[in-house]
């Protein structure tokens, strides 16, 4: 079974600030998506990474794919209150288990005005 | 666009009770995905179809949990009879085909509580 270890499980912190959260994985994945789920919503895709050591930005957050496509990270610059949220990190199986995606557990980060 | 579009959003019901969530994914989209989503267990895939046809059904808990797609435009995920563990917020998600990368697109949810 495929397990993704979501890192830290709570974040809390001042608006300005900068964060990383992590997502860890003994697996390997063929590609990794990054969504965010706000209160009573469903999960938004942020990104997806697919080549181990691949950075993709999107405004402040940058995302990182291993080079060996076990783990991944997710660093907010300056965060802002509309940063607030559940992150998820979900890992994609390969060949014909492709459409299956490993959620982690999320990591729910407050940033204070 | 409408988004995938679920119903109920909430559900409060008695434990031995039927329940019943409904779930249209975005059209064109021929992949759809059940989830469960709790604090203990995350994110849960229950059940995948594939142009209507049930692919994977590994995730579902036990016989109780049922999953039909008639059409392309209609999903329903039946529970009979309900158990208070089986409180939890359910998700539909539809992709435009299954896998290779392509993202899910995430209905707002049914919040089940079983009482």
């Known amino acids: 079974t495929q397990l993704l270890e979501q890192s830290p499980q709570f974040l809390s912190i001042q608006e300005g600030e900068n964060l990383t959260v992590y997502c860890n994985s003994s697996s390997v994945f063929s590609s990794l998506q990054w969504y965010r789920q706000e209160p009573g919503e469903g999960p938004v895709l942020l990104v997806t990474?697919?080549?181990?050591?691949e950075v993709k930005k999107l405004k402040r957050l940058t995302f990182q794919f291993g080079d060996a496509r076990k783990d991944s990270s997710l660093h907010i610059t300056a965060a802002q209150p509309g940063d607030t949220g559940l992150y998820l990190c979900?890992?994609?199986?390969?060949?014909?288990?492709?459409?299956?995606?490993?959620f982690g557990k999320g990591t729910k980060l407050s940033v204070i005005p | 666009d409408a988004g995938v579009i679920q119903s109920p959003r909430h559900e409060v019901t008695e434990m031995g009770q039927e329940v019943t969530l409904r779930c249209k994914p975005i059209s064109g989209h021929n992949s759809l995905f059940w989830y469960r989503q709790t604090m203990m267990r995350g994110l849960e895939l229950l059940i995948y179809f594939n142009n209507n046809v049930p692919i994977d059904d590994s995730g579902m808990p036990e016989d109780r949990f049922s999953a039909k797609m008639p059409n392309a435009s209609f999903s329903t995920l039946k529970i009979q009879p309900s158990e208070p563990r089986d409180s939890a917020v359910y998700f539909c998600?539809?992709?435009?085909?299954?896998?290779?990368?392509?993202?899910?697109?995430f209905g707002d949810g049914t919040r089940l509580s079983i009482l």
């Open positions: 998600a539809s992709s435009l085909f299954g896998g290779y990368n392509q993202p899910q697109h």
């Open positions: 990474v697919v080549t181990g050591g």
């Open positions: 979900a890992g994609a199986g390969s060949g014909a288990g492709s459409y299956q995606l490993t």
